[in-house]
């Protein structure tokens, strides 16, 4: 079943141009596919590079417009970076990227390929009503692989039972791992241009490419 998706009102207030890609799929996630990483590493790593060159990465486009929400939301940019933003500095200081599984590697490739965050979560952790929002004043939850992070002014994706995930960093309840069967893509933008459906197009290809989806809906919600 379609997980639906709707976007607070309080949100779309502070930024309006705020919208988010959506992909759900049937899968069987794998450990690594090593295309893709060749894809990456010759291709993707040098067109990241060469934005770096071109822009400064705070510039980039869609990370620029990101940074941007993240102040009218009242959160510091520079201390909370877009999930995006971070990989591409990894990138830039010739860090590379940890290795995590089929989909979650493919999830990272096209946020570094469209500027905008992307996260991934396992449909049957989290319940079928979505709303993309605001952190709260106390909010937190446990990150994958790292402490409690304190989500308030953060756009936070919710389901009735709190916060799941964010565009800087996910929480652990609806990871994905290899007993996962069916995730939920969301690319989450703030650019007020036509990125987000070209990320979808290409998010798409890669899916099935790259981490074997099957059946994928793909859809917008704003």
Known sequence: MRKSIIIDKNMKEKWPAVRVGCLQYK?????????????????IYKKTKDAIFDFGINE???IKESRAAYKAFGKDPGRYRVSSEALIRRIGQGKGL????TVVDTNNL??????????SY????????????????GESYKGIGKEEIKINALPVIADKNGPIGSSTS???RAMITEKTTEVLTLIYSFSNNKDLERALEYGKEYMI??????????WIAE
Do not use: H, Q
């Open 122 to 137: 396992d449909t049957a952790c989290i319940e079928d009503n979505l709303t993309l929002r605001i952190g709260r004043e």
């Open 110 to 119: 096209i946020s570094i390929e469209s500027g905008f965050s992307a996260g």
């Open 60 to 62: 980039i486009p869609n």
């Open 98 to 101: 940890y290795e995590v599984n």
């Open 27 to 43: 899968v069987r996630v794998e450990k690594k596919n090593e295309a893709m990483w060749d894809y990456l590493k010759k291709d």
């Open 209 to 218: 490419k790259y981490a074997g989806a099957a059946g994928i809906e793909v």
């Open 170 to 172: 996910d929480s652990e």
